[in-house]
């Protein structure tokens, strides 16, 4: 990032001629243009960070053979790693409220950097679990406050500055199993330290996000936000409670994706390894691409209609999946990613305009419950696939989805608005 960018950025309403921006929002406002350079480095530190935490998935099988591991012990490694994150992400979230923390991001990676070089060399399943434990330390500094910048730089735009900053995060899942298919299966467990540098490069580049952070006149001046609609705290916590209940759906189902995906396409398909990971991460792509499409949509017609389309309209998808060819199983995943991939932007939009002035305790709160979910997930899955099959496991996920059906019970707090503004 350019620093002459950064104190423009910073320094109130940007000037009419700053090229390739729009035009400053009113003043009387405290509003502030949205800052792609900061949204742009934030989603590409976000890319880094969940590269990183792929490769631990896509590493999976070559860990069942080096350790001997069953699949139960597979997704303890899954809990281990995303329950320390979910744990720590909430209170990270309701103390950076109070007392914002600029220069932890780079902090949290260097967590992330030391489970990445102790896993290279460990050398028995506890060590494991202790990395693991490692790289959810990092993750949970780095989500509740790299959301929170996001949407410190989003000039109003929250929906398209939360897509943007997630879908980094989307695209480095996508990118682990093949940096993984390439570069680890081949050379082996030793070579997972090859990829500090790229938590090193994303260590660099929170610092330079911290230095925004710091100057921004959010951390000089205390501003209350107002919600679009006021309701109750009964209906706050009902619409909330919805909102954790779809949350668990997505993310339940995504945990059989991201953790047996690969063991399925090889014990249903005979498909080697490699290509097994190609087809996880053709999954992951498509979660990347339709990442960005649930936020701008929902500025423009409204959150809650983009969680109906993606948590409900997704089933009929998922049901079909475990009776598929490879050809048809193919197809229907990169549906299912695209589609299931855009609720979580306008799920956490629309928990954060329920709670105003609460962005690092809702993103800590839906970041880490989504994390606990998926290791809860895994774990569970990994014992229901030990006891029955892989195919069963995705027979039984295949319904979760029609959870969905709880959006009509949440309230319209920004429909109408969203219209007038499109």
């Given at each position: 990032?350019?620093?002459?960018?950064?104190?423009?950025?910073?320094?109130?309403?940007?000037?009419?001629?700053?090229?390739?921006?729009?035009?400053?929002?009113?003043?009387?406002?405290g509003a502030q243009r949205t800052v792609y350079s900061v949204l742009g480095a934030?989603?590409?530190?976000?890319?880094?960070?969940?590269?990183?935490?792929?490769?631990?998935?896509?590493?999976?099988?070559?860990?069942?053979?080096?350790?001997?591991?069953?699949?139960?012990?597979?997704?303890?490694?899954?809990l281990t790693y995303q329950i320390t994150a979910s744990m720590l992400q909430p209170?990270?979230?309701?103390?950076?409220?109070?007392?914002?923390?600029?220069?932890?991001?780079?902090?949290?990676?260097?967590?992330?950097?030391?489970?990445?070089?102790?896993?290279?060399?460990?050398?028995?399943?506890?060590?494991?679990?202790?990395?693991?434990?490692?790289?959810?330390?990092?993750?949970?500094?780095?989500?509740?406050?790299?959301?929170?910048?996001?949407?410190?730089?989003?000039?109003?735009?929250?929906?398209?500055?939360?897509?943007?900053?997630?879908?980094?995060?989307?695209?480095?899942?996508?990118?682990?199993?093949?940096?993984?298919?390439?570069?680890?299966?081949?050379?082996?467990?030793?070579?997972?330290?090859?990829?500090?540098?790229?938590?090193?490069?994303?260590?660099?580049?929170?610092?330079?996000?911290?230095?925004?952070?710091?100057?921004?006149?959010?951390?000089?001046?205390?501003?209350?936000?107002?919600?679009?609609?006021?309701?109750?705290?009964?209906?706050?916590?009902?619409?909330?409670?919805?909102?954790?209940?779809?949350?668990?759906?997505?993310?339940?189902?995504?945990?059989?994706?991201?953790?047996?995906?690969?063991?399925?396409?090889?014990?249903?398909?005979?498909?080697?390894?490699?290509?097994?990971?190609?087809?996880?991460?053709?999954?992951?792509?498509?979660?990347?691409?339709?990442?960005?499409?649930?936020?701008?949509?929902?500025?423009?017609?409204?959150?809650?209609?983009?969680?109906?389309?993606?948590?409900?309209?997704?089933?009929?998808?998922?049901?079909?999946?475990?009776?598929?060819?490879?050809?048809?199983?193919?197809?229907?995943?990169?549906?299912?990613?695209?589609?299931?991939?855009?609720?979580?932007?306008?799920?956490?939009?629309?928990?954060?305009?329920?709670?105003?002035?609460?962005?690092?305790?809702?993103?800590?709160?839906?970041?880490?419950?989504?994390?606990?979910?998926?290791?809860?997930?895994?774990?569970?899955?990994?014992?229901?696939?030990?006891?029955?099959?892989?195919?069963?496991?995705?027979?039984?996920?295949?319904?979760?989805?029609?959870?969905?059906?709880?959006?009509?019970?949440?309230?319209?707090?920004?429909?109408?608005?969203?219209?007038?503004?499109?």
């Amino acid at each position: 990032m350019e620093t002459s960018l950064d104190k423009r950025a910073v320094s109130g309403a940007a000037p009419a001629s700053a090229q390739g921006t729009q035009s400053a929002m009113p003043a009387a406002s405290g509003a502030q243009r949205t800052v792609y350079s900061v949204l742009g480095a934030i989603s590409f530190s976000h890319l880094l960070n969940d590269m990183i935490q792929s490769l631990i998935l896509a590493i999976y099988p070559m860990l069942k053979d080096n350790f001997a591991l069953s699949f139960t012990q597979i997704g303890l490694i899954t809990l281990t790693y995303q329950i320390t994150a979910s744990m720590l992400q909430p209170l990270v979230g309701v103390y950076t409220d109070k007392k914002p923390m600029p220069y932890s991001l780079p902090v949290g990676m260097g967590f992330t950097l030391c489970g990445l070089l102790l896993m290279s060399v460990a050398p028995s399943f506890g060590v494991l679990l202790v990395a693991a434990a490692l790289v959810g330390c990092g993750s949970s500094v780095f989500h509740p406050e790299s959301s929170r910048v996001a949407r410190m730089a989003s000039g109003g735009k929250h929906g398209l500055a939360q897509s943007l900053f997630q879908v980094g995060g989307n695209a480095g899942s996508s990118l682990g199993p093949l940096l993984a298919a390439a570069i680890i299966i081949p050379h082996g467990q030793r070579s997972i330290a090859w990829f500090s540098v790229a938590a090193l490069v994303a260590i660099v580049v929170l610092t330079q996000i911290g230095r925004w952070y710091k100057a921004h006149p959010n951390l000089k001046k205390k501003r209350a936000e107002a919600p679009a609609v006021a309701l109750s705290r009964g209906r706050v916590a009902m619409a909330i409670s919805i909102l954790v209940l779809l949350v668990f759906s997505k993310y339940f189902y995504l945990a059989s994706i991201n953790s047996y995906f690969t063991f399925y396409l090889i014990d249903r398909f005979h498909l080697p390894v490699q290509a097994a990971q190609v087809h996880l991460f053709v999954f992951l792509a498509a979660v990347a691409a339709g990442t960005i499409i649930g936020g701008p949509v929902g500025d423009r017609i409204g959150r809650k209609y983009v969680i109906w389309g993606s948590i409900l309209g997704v089933a009929p998808f998922t049901m079909l999946l475990p009776y598929a060819n490879l050809f048809w199983t193919s197809v229907l995943t990169i549906i299912i990613g695209v589609v299931l991939a855009s609720a979580f932007s306008a799920i956490l939009v629309y928990a954060q305009e329920l709670i105003p002035g609460k962005v690092g305790m809702v993103a800590g709160l839906f970041f880490g419950f989504a994390f606990g979910l998926g290791g809860i997930g895994a774990a569970v899955l990994g014992q229901l696939a030990d006891a029955t099959s892989i195919t069963f496991v995705y027979k039984v996920c295949s319904f979760l989805p029609l959870i969905g059906i709880l959006t009509v019970f949440l309230p319209d707090v920004e429909g109408k608005r969203a219209k007038k503004t499109a």
